[in-house]
């Protein structure tokens, strides 16, 4: 994957070595792989508030950390790879806004309560940030046996700018609505998934797109792509739940099957076309 020497955007909050606490125990480890099976790649929008809080500290306040271009390897990565996915989605959304993206350690007050590593990379509405301890890289090679290609890295951070382009089209709110209309169970379920879906797909149109937004700068190609979908099968919900020794049971499933992450991706990156990713055909209520 083509991206050192990629435009900077300097959108990136570096909150790192400011402390912030973990979950008893100690990071994102063994203890807590069901945890971030259940939130890996993006916990839905609608549901943030809730998950943050419940996983306690959720009335600290805001940290403010250092915002600009940060000078490690992997900072600079995160700050090329979310300008080029911010330059892909400006040319396709009008009015669109760029998120932050919060690099921190452990755990972290957030506008959406108390973040832990725990939760995985996650992206908060209330304040428009997507949130990553880059430890979850290694986390996610070692404990959940996904690609460590640098795309992979890359198609974590696409599927949270995903969710960002859902708030701001308004799909997050369509969802929601529904979600608490369904009353919870399998019938809401089945709108997080395709919400998940959608935001994978929306990380395969970034990378199709990647190059034509940075002159070439930044560029994915098929062996890269490959990498991608190693990683979406290994973070399917069927696949979480069998390493966690559980059955597999897709009435519970919030992200989707390895399959469908496959499929969704493949399909983004194939069509290039925001509008291939209806991930939300004949559930009702959605438009």
Known sequence: MR?????????????????GGALTGGGIGVAVLGLIGYFVFGIDPSTTQQVAGALGAGGQAEQQGQVGSPTD?????????????????????????SPTVVLYEQGTPTGCGFGQSAMG???CPSDNKVYLDLGFWQ?????????????????VLAHEYGHHVQNLT???????????RAGGGAAANRYSVALELQADCYAGVWAKNAAGASNGQVAVDGADLEEGLKTASAIGDDTLQRKA???????????????????????G??????????????LPGMS
Request: aromatic share 10%.
């Open 245 to 267: 020794g559980r059955e597999v049971a897709p009435d519970s499933f919030t992200h989707g099957s390895s399959a469908q992450r496959v499929q969704w991706l493949r399909r």
């Open 73 to 97: 390897e992997a900072g600079k990565f995160v700050n090329v790879i979310g300008t080029n996915i911010d330059d892909v989605w400006k040319s396709r959304i009008r009015g669109y806004d």
């Open 139 to 155: 986390e996610m090679e070692t404990q959940l046996g996904a690609s460590g290609a640098e795309f992979a890295r890359a198609y």
């Open 269 to 282: 990156y194939e069509s290039g076309d925001p509008s291939s990713c209806d991930t939300f055909s004949g």
């Open 170 to 180: 308004g799909v997050s709110d369509q969802v929601q609505a529904q979600e608490q």
């Open 121 to 123: 990379p996650f992206y």
């Open 3 to 19: 991206w050192q020497g990629g435009r900077e955007g300097g959108n990136v909050e570096d909150r790192r070595g400011m402390g």
